[in-house]
């Protein structure tokens, strides 16, 4: 279903069910530049800028009651947009198994070693066996690999078909790393290279405005619509850059 900026009369209030996808702009918000994506944790009545909770990639990730509780954790987000899927019995019951199984994977002592930029979603694994022990997200990464565990495909995410972002858009994208010298800082001690983001780019990032554009190709006839290929980085904006 498309999706749609929430009024800015904050008497308005709009009714969504768990895991609609919500949107929070960057400020000022005139600007339209979605910076962060999630997902509805609980039926919610919406409004401009007011707090829901959600599950989400930060980060740190809050996917469950267990991640819920890391140090840092956030459970609340502003929402600014609101989009839904048309989503059935199976679909809803996938969703929560998916999210359990992010929630119970064994978390890293830094918490922040959930989060990736580039790519979106990307496994850790044991250097010694290659196990897997747990999955890295970026905050768009996340919405899309949960719907995408039900078949739901919003986004092309193959890299080659990404178009190039970038620094300056980076940094308005991903405040953690506005600063280059002050990364390690802000990410408890990771650099630019562990975040998928060395060298000087420009890099093939899924933004979190792409999930937003992606919504609007799909309909309550055609809920697994082919994944949206984005056509430039003017899609980090929802509905569109402002002139």
């Known amino acids: 279903m498309p999706a749609e900026r ?3 009369d904050n008497r308005h209030r709009k009714a969504e069910s768990p895991y609609s996808i919500v949107g929070v702009y960057a400020k000022p918000f005139e600007a339209q530049f979605v910076r962060h994506v999630a997902i509805l944790a609980e039926e919610s009545e919406l409004r401009w800028n007011r707090p829901a909770r959600v599950w989400h990639m930060g980060p740190p990730l809050v996917a469950g009651d267990r991640s819920r509780q890391v140090k840092g954790a956030r459970p609340l987000c502003p929402v600014h947009l609101v989009g839904s899927v048309l989503l059935d019995l199976d679909d809803r019951e996938g969703i929560e ?3 359990a199984e992010v929630d ?3 978390p890293p002592e830094n918490p922040f070693k959930r989060y990736v930029v580039r790519p979106h979603c990307d496994w850790q694994t044991a250097p010694e066996t290659g196990r897997r022990l747990y999955r890295r997200f970026s905050c768009a ?10 078949g739901i495909n919003l986004v092309n995410t193959r890299e080659a078909d990404l178009p190039d972002v970038e620094y300056a858009m980076i940094k308005h994208a991903y405040p953690q790393v506005k600063d280059r010298a002050n990364v390690q800082e802000a990410m408890g001690g990771l650099t630019l290279d562990d975040l998928g983001l060395g060298g000087d780019g420009p890099w093939q990032v899924v933004l979190a405005g792409y999930v937003f554009h992606a919504l609007d190709e799909i309909s309550d006839e055609n809920p697994r619509a082919a994944p949206h290929a984005p056509a430039s980085t003017a ?4 509905p569109k850059p402002l002139p």
């Open 141 to 150: 990464g996340f919405v899309v690999e949960c719907y995408r565990s039900v």
């Open 97 to 99: 198994d998916w999210l």
């Open 6 to 8: 929430l009024p800015k």
């Open 104 to 106: 119970t994977e064994p």
């Open 235 to 238: 899609e980090a904006y929802y």
